[in-house]
């Protein structure tokens, strides 16, 4: 079975929290940060050559990471558009050169023309932080790629989404969204297995917003689809101890500790090396908790 096949099918044995057939699941995958970009907010310029990216995604993988998600166009707040052309020229040689990479690809795209591309090149995972809204092509192309679709929650645009965004209730509020977007998707074509659901920390929300979406987590497996939590290195960490972002990696395996507590089936991370042996000694520990000898 195809490792984007497994971590959709597999069902904790002891589901954290909640019950029922929601996909829970206490060993989410390992999605590993690749920005190809000169400016995103944590490793913007790191890995913008592909010698580089290729030998970042080499040491991701060997580190514990199953997939892989390669982004051309950065998406912090404030951030510049890119266009189509430049972001194709950044993005298509590193997956290229991953043809036949022992883990899953995954394009952080809001262009349909940029996933089509990578999708042909090996790219099994459309991430999209516009919930597929970007462009008025972007569904119908999702359908017909066939692949595993990521639609992400986000108010507003990269360049607006943190202009005094406000919510009543963020969590209903998102989850009304996000069960819509699922709803036009799968009218469209868009298989309802590949569908993957992402509450999209820090885009468009306030600290509290952000804390709420955390804290509520797995309120969002009643709609039947695994969770992407990628609170990786977010600006609300600094909010809450005024770190910057070299220093929020106990914030961020924090968040990625508690995201498999909530039945997170996937956590975005940029340091899978330290994210792995956290969830190795959390899932040890909470094993002999249960009374269990073996992990």
């Known amino acids: ?49 592909v010698e580089q990216a290729v030998a970042r995604a080499h040491a991701m993988v060997r580190a514990g990471a199953d997939i892989i998600d390669i982004g051309g166009e950065s998406t912090r707040p404030g951030a510049v558009v890119v266009g189509e052309a430049e972001e194709l020229a950044r993005v298509m040689p590193v997956i290229e050169a991953l043809a036949g990479f022992d883990a899953d690809i995954s394009i952080d795209t809001r262009r349909p023309a940029v996933a089509q591309a990578a999708v042909k090149a090996g790219a099994s995972i459309w991430n999209d932080v516009t919930a597929l809204e970007f462009d008025e092509t972007s569904i119908e192309i999702a359908a017909k790629l066939g692949c595993k679709v990521v639609l992400m929650h986000m108010r507003g645009t990269p360049e607006t989404m943190q202009d005094n965004p406000h919510y009543n209730n963020v969590v209903a509020e998102e989850m009304a969204y996000l069960k819509a977007r699922m709803s036009v998707a799968m009218k469209a074509g868009v298989k309802r297995q590949n569908i993957i659901l992402d509450p999209g920390i820090g885009f468009g929300k306030r600290l509290e917003d952000n804390l709420d979406l955390l804290q509520h987590l797995d309120d969002f497996h009643i709609l039947g689809r695994p969770i992407l939590l990628g609170a990786s290195r977010k600006s609300f960490m600094g909010a809450l101890d005024g770190s910057d972002v070299a220093g929020r990696l106990g914030g961020s395996i924090a968040s990625a500790l508690w995201g498999a507590s909530m039945g997170a089936s996937i956590l975005r991370v940029h340091d899978v090396e330290e994210t792995v042996q956290a969830l190795k000694v959390w899932r040890a520990i909470g094993g002999r908790a249960n009374g269990k000898d073996k992990i």
């Open 1 to 49: 079975m195809a490792l984007t096949e497994r971590w959709i099918t597999r069902k904790s044995a002891n589901p954290p929290y909640k019950t029922g057939n929601y996909l829970m699941t206490n060993s989410p995958k390992i999605m590993g940060i690749l920005n190809v970009t000169p400016d995103s907010f944590s490793d913007g310029g790191q890995f913008d050559g």
